[in-house]
């Protein structure tokens, strides 16, 4: 395939979807040249009228949500009703910064101190941001940004992951569609050089990326060297603690679903599982059971629970990963091997007796693959959660409420969740720590991210 060239494959069929042409520079330039000039314009709009065309934005997501469901399965694997429930959940977001934004960013008076003197906060855009998105979630992770970056009066342009660009492309007509001036959401075809160089770029005033720790350090490194702005959404290796407490036949469920809702393929999955000795036979038994019970297979049918991972390229490092942490000492209870059949697939794998120098412990497995560790007692559960590198979510199980909040706040993580699996919601901030980056996505943290907060003072 050319240099200039990008495909979009089907992970099931692994039959080419799609090609696209990188842009050329002067393309590229167009394309800046294009959001600068439409910044200028939109960032004088009214919360009211931003707010009417975001409003259009979820109505068209509700009413397109099998259109754009289907796409998300052909280009990822993801099981169809997974597919088709991300554009409704998208709405949410669209809805919530429609309704809210102008109350968040309302500006507001403080003392100044001294006597003669008026102080204002007040919130204003940026301008051209740029966000790299990934594959895994391919409207979600830009909604969540578009929702919060718009309605703050800044535009946008999306480079999107390679295998995900027919979703992208899809994306930026929903704005148009809905009313919003045709430079505010633009995608961008551009190679890793023509990036590096646009983070450089004096008109772009902000950089977002949800991705690898790698690519939030290149990318964070460039942007500080040029003061630029950032928030890093990267990996996550989510711990859940299991207390001796709790009803197994109703907790497994939701670990099996926190461990491969998308494949498997999210920064908030449940990949570590952190179980009091008490019961530690037990649940890895029933862990088991439930994970082979998964279906697996196309995609595209209902009944599916276990579609293909996004890539061979992600397939084959979920297995090579498995493999060592295996070599390590790690014990396979189930999975483990690459399926005898077309497409990128593998099976829902259980790892027991994992340990904190083991690769599965240290490393982000980045599909379908539960670890299980022991712990003595509920310090040391709490101590084994934080002695990883990453810090996104987590969460604990118990049926005592107030024991499970006590855990929750000792976990050094962004997002804590007690009897349930992480999930992200427009109402709060979604975030991490260490190696899981920094800034927040979501609520009033994630629109003041992209706003200048300046100090007004008057005599």
């Given at each position: ?160 992951s390679h295998n995900t660009m027919m979703s992208a492309f899809l994306i ?167 399926p005898n059949r077309k497409g990128f697939f593998y099976p829902a794998t ?110």
């Amino acid at each position: 395939m050319p240099e200039n060239k990008i495909q979009s494959i089907n992970p099931t069929s692994e039959e080419v979807l799609k090609e696209f042409d990188l842009l050329t520079d002067d393309q590229l330039e167009q394309k800046v040249k294009k959001a600068q000039d439409t910044y200028t314009k939109f960032k004088g709009t009214s919360f009211e009228e931003r707010s009417k065309y975001m409003k259009r934005v979820a109505e068209l997501l509700e009413h397109k949500a099998e259109e754009y469901g289907k796409t998300i399965t052909l280009e990822i694997g993801r099981p169809i009703q997974q597919g088709i429930s991300e554009p409704k959940k998208c709405a949410k977001w669209a809805n919530w910064y429609a309704e809210n934004a102008e109350k968040l960013l309302k500006e507001r008076s403080v003392d100044p101190g001294e006597a003669g003197k008026t102080a204002l906060v007040v919130h204003e855009p940026l301008g051209v941001l740029l966000q790299i998105a990934p594959f895994n979630y391919p409207f979600l992770q830009c909604l969540r940004f578009l929702s919060a970056c718009i309605m703050a009066g800044n535009v946008a342009l999306i480079r999107h992951s390679h295998n995900t660009m027919m979703s992208a492309f899809l994306i930026e007509s929903l704005f148009k569609e809905a009313g919003f001036p045709e430079g505010v959401v633009q995608v961008i075809l551009a190679s890793k050089d023509q990036i590096s160089r646009l983070i450089a770029d004096d008109r772009i005033m902000g950089v977002t990326l949800t991705g690898s720790v790698k690519a939030g350090k290149n990318v964070a490194k460039q942007a500080g060297e040029n003061l630029k702005p950032t928030v890093m959404e990267l990996g996550g290796s989510d711990a859940y603690i299991i207390c001796e407490d709790v009803d197994l036949d109703e907790v497994i469920p939701e670990c099996v679903k926190g461990r491969t809702v998308n494949n498997g393929q999210s920064c908030t999955s449940a990949k570590r599982f952190i179980v009091l000795k008490g019961i530690y036979d037990q649940f890895c038994d029933k862990l088991v059971q439930k994970m082979n019970e998964l279906k697996m297979g196309d995609p595209m049918k209902e009944e599916t629970e276990l579609g293909p991972l996004a890539r061979r390229d992600l397939r084959d490092n979920v297995h090579e990963t498995t493999q060592k942490a295996v070599k390590e000492g790690a014990r396979l209870l189930t999975g483990g091997k690459i399926p005898n059949r077309k497409g990128f697939f593998y099976p829902a794998t259980v790892l027991a007796d994992v340990t904190p120098d083991n690769t599965a412990f240290k490393e982000e497995i980045f599909g379908p693959v539960a670890s299980v560790l022991k712990a003595d007692n509920e310090m040391h559960a709490i101590e084994l959660c934080n002695a990883s590198q990453y810090g996104l979510g987590g969460g604990v199980f118990t049926k005592d409420e107030k024991k499970g909040e006590q855990i929750a706040r000792k976990m050094n993580v962004g997002l804590a969740f007690v009897n349930r699996i992480v999930t992200s919601s427009p109402q709060y901030p979604f975030g991490g720590v260490k190696a899981s980056g920094y800034g927040r996505e979501c609520g009033e943290e994630g629109i003041l991210e992209w706003v200048n907060t300046k100090s007004l003072i008057i005599k």
